[in-house]
């Protein structure tokens, strides 16, 4: 299964059976909100906080993805998933809720793409039949926590990016009818000693192309092999600055087949200053808007490269740098398999 130094290649082809995928009200009003399962109006979601509306979201997205297949929730061996509230508690109470044995995950905004990646892994061994996964964000609990509550109005500088209020779910199963998935590079950490939490793009560019290499050069293949690259939430910034590093290594991409899920998701005239961030980001869009293009037969091979910063309140204070990482999942369209 290992090829190379750091990319699985699943000789099974996990199939990724079902989707589900919630927003909020900003993200009604982008580019993709015809991609979404539900949608809601008031970031409350009828809770009394921000955090339990997050918790809320992934729950709905999961119920989507398992109602749609009619899959009885216990026939679900596992659920693999994480957020960016402290000790992931969204995303553990969500598992309270779905009574599902559970991994919790974090890996910031590459969580989505982390837990694909391990759920592939898993099934692909047959240590499982039915996996659960995914990620989720929420902009007032997310923004709160990491720069300032957003009732304060504090400006941004253009650098910054919003925080998807989003849930965006996947169900691995050994059989199926979907896509398929067919590798995954597990990223490492790179720290190029930038520490502004308001140009989170920056700092994770050199991680995405890291991972992007590796998987090429793991796999022994090139640009040419993918219909689409996505990155996670690099936003403008980011996005350039990583356009810019894969021209100065050599590497070249057909017009429109390097993109970024933070610059998929809202409109032009949304104020999102560089993009859109959050561990719900690139959840959302793969599992929502990329996966039905791909049902259409606008894509057929897609590889999807989720972007995070690890870094935390605590390490900020104490004036750390940010470490970055980016895992990358391979994800083809599938018949009956």
Known sequence: ????????????????????????????????????????????????SYEKAHRVLLEEACQEAIEKVHLQKEKIEFMLAGDLVNQITPSSFASRTLEIPYFGLFGACSTSMEGLALGSFIVNAKGANYILTGSSSHNAAIEKQFRYPTEYGAQKPPTAQWTVTAAGVGILAQQGEGPVITSATIGRVVDMGLSDPFNMGAAMAPAAVD???????DLQIDPSHYDLIATGDLGKIGHSIAEDLFEKHGLTFEKGQFDDCGLMIYKDDQPVMSGASGSGCSAAVTYGHLINRMKKGEIKRMLIVATGALLSPLSFQQKESIPCIAHAVSIEAGGIH
């Open 211 to 217: 991972t992007i290499e590796a998987h090429f050069r």
């Open 1 to 48: 299964m290992l090829v190379g130094h750091r990319t699985w290649k699943f000789e099974n082809k996990p199939v990724l059976i079902s989707t589900g995928t919630v927003g909020g009200p900003f993200e009604a009003n982008g580019k993709l909100a015809n991609d979404f399962d539900t949608l809601h109006d008031d970031l409350w979601i009828g809770q009394d």
